[in-house]
């Protein structure tokens, strides 16, 4: 298994600034990705972090808002840009070494925009 | 598109009885399916990993069940502690698609 480090836990965070969230995991993974979790729902896919390249972002979710680093195997970081209240969510790291192989997950940073 | 639902939505209970968490999902073509659990505010936690070409998997007091021809997999919680207590997830991988599907989640509380 894999030990996922997610800094910060949590921030309060004003309207119109940014906060960077940062994925740190034990060891080398080849899959990582970002999801938001908005109050009572379920997980939503932001994107795939790629290492070395642009990040793949699903449907509804653009590079300007939330820019996306991986530059190593291990560590990635998530940009939330521009903050509005409803960007009030927990956002959680994913890593997996491949399609078929178990998936784990951060602890999540609560961010509550102001 | 893949369509995860989970049934109940929340569940109480008492601490001891044995319980059966259901999860449907729309379309059978899936390289796998995972549980998870989650408490309040905090990440998720894997439970198990069921393979397509498996039928379960058993871990502790936990048993997954998957019939990928259905559509369906049931979680399988013995003899249920307060600390069980958590909302359980279920997400299914497709085939050809880089992501999971997650459901909606079942709120578990057991009493004690």
């Known amino acids: 298994s894999a030990v996922i480090s997610q800094k910060p836990s949590r921030d309060i965070c004003q309207r119109g600034t940014s906060l960077t969230i940062q994925c740190q995991v034990d060891?080398?993974?080849?899959?990582m990705f970002w999801y938001r979790q908005q109050p009572g729902q379920s997980l939503t896919l932001i994107a795939t972090?790629?290492?070395?390249?642009?990040?793949?972002?699903e449907s509804g979710f653009v590079i300007d808002k939330f820019p996306i680093s991986r530059p190593n195997l291990t560590f990635s970081t998530l940009t939330v840009s521009n903050m509005s209240p409803e960007d009030s969510s927990i956002y959680l790291c994913?890593?997996?070494?491949?399609?078929?192989?178990?998936?784990?997950f951060g602890q999540g940073t609560r961010l509550t925009v102001v | 598109k893949q369509e995860v639902t989970q049934i109940p939505a929340a569940l109480s209970v008492p601490e001891g009885e044995n319980l059966v968490l259901n999860c449907s999902f729309t379309?059978?073509?899936?390289?796998?399916l995972q549980w998870f659990r989650q408490d309040p505010g905090k990440g998720l936690t894997s439970l198990l990993l069921?393979?397509?070409?498996?039928r379960e998997q058993t871990s502790g007091r936990l048993n997954a069940s998957l019939d990928k021809s259905s559509g369906r997999s049931t979680l399988y919680i013995a003899a249920s502690q307060p600390g069980d207590s958590a909302t359980y997830l279920c997400?299914?991988?497709?085939?050809?698609?880089?992501?999971?599907?997650f459901g909606s989640g079942t709120k578990l509380n057991v009493k004690p």
């Open positions: 994913s890593v997996q070494q491949g399609l078929n192989t178990e998936a784990f």
């Open positions: 060891s080398q993974v080849t899959m």
């Open positions: 972090a790629n290492q070395g390249s642009e990040a793949t972002y």
């Open positions: 379309d059978s073509a899936i390289y796998n």
């Open positions: 069921i393979q397509s070409s498996q």
């Open positions: 997400a299914v991988r497709p085939y050809n698609f880089n992501k999971f599907y």
